[in-house]
């Protein structure tokens, strides 16, 4: 039977740019949000949100010159991608074949020239005739924009640079489901190479939504915190006075392989994806069920495939943690649980969960590896993250959120959360490995 291991890992985040010391501030129930500097966010309703810092992409590459003008999400992909191809030494493994290793990504959208293209759209209005003056319009784009930053548009951009830094030549696939999309991609190459296509697949995550655009949409939905204070307060799941997610960026990596082929090169597992669960809403766009069928039905799924009977009443439940999406929203933090007692049932209560959006706000696309990440590092180190912030409880919400404080435990096998607007569920289970 084949199985599938994790050989290397990466990220790139706003609490840091290396595996360890993002481990060693969240378990010290460290915040990475803060007053956003990256534009003028002065006028806007949320002035805050998880910010990458203190990186240069140019560090994480053979050639800079090759990549030309990478947008910020490529920037962080091929940042977590390096990390995550050292660690598990392929780089120096001179027989690996390149055409039968592949990426998969839940990559989001490169960043939006808003300033160029609200001069364009102005400049080139015409009052008299209430339209756009196509002949303008394209007079001053030819002017403003840059002809690299309008394809790093793309999300598939983020695939074509790690593609290219690694000659990577097998399967090739990006996803965009929202925030389930990072979660999504490596459960996808997980069956990529369950059924054969592929010896290796590179998969994760990497998005921003940190600039003007982004943070106005977010604001009009009314999704995103603004809390009048300070700002590492702002996100804080599972508490009574929650009032939306903080806008975080950055990506996550990982290798995966099949077991035959690491162990053959020599390599060393870091953990085993023993499960993987996917499911719609098939409700609204920007709401979950209020049944929470969808996200039920992602981690039943999940469960099923990894062999694992969550539902048996016991004090030594078989999944030991639970990395939960938990947004900080009303209607996801409550629903959330829901779902949880639904594929937990009694032994819900059992299973400690919590949410490094509390810590770093919210990746969007990259959100669902970077928590996947967090899952293998509490199996190497027996350390629970908290969610911090849950000063004020929700009664209605009555689940062991690991509040504000890192726990030691024996954890041997982790479930991961991912669900995005338009309704898609995405969970995976990953176990530590045992030959």
Known sequence: MTRVVVTGMGWITPLGNDLDTVWKRMCNSESAIATIDRFDASSFPTKFAGQVRDFDWKQYVQDASIHHK????????LGAAKQAWEQSGLGSYQELDHERTGIYLGAGEGVLDFSAHSMIDTHSWDVEDGKVDAVAWAKFATEQLDE?????????MPLWHLAREYNLRGPAFNCLTACAASTQAIGEATSVLLRGDADVMLAGGTHTMLHALGITGFNRL?????????????SKPFS?????????E????LVLETLEHALKRGATPLAEIVGFGSSADAYRITDL???GRGPSAAMNN???QAGIDAKTKTNDPPVQYISAHGTSTQENDSIET???????????????ISSIKSMMGHLIAAAGSVELITCIMSIQTNMLVPTINLDNPDPALDLDYIPNTAREADVACCLSNSFGFGGQNNTLVVKRFYP
């Open 250 to 253: 950055g990506s996550g990596m």
């Open 289 to 291: 069920h209020p049944e």
């Open 70 to 77: 990478p947008a910020m999400n490529s920037q962080f992909a």
């Open 302 to 304: 999940a469960l099923s």
């Open 338 to 352: 829901m779902a949880i007692k639904l594929a937990f049932g009694e032994n819900a209560p059992n299973v400690p």
């Open 240 to 248: 009574r006075d929650r009032g939306g997610f903080v806008m975080g």
């Open 148 to 156: 690299w930053g309008e394809v790093e548009q793309e999300p598939n």
């Open 222 to 234: 009314t999704a995103l915190s603004t809390f009048d204070g300070d700002p590492k307060k702002a």
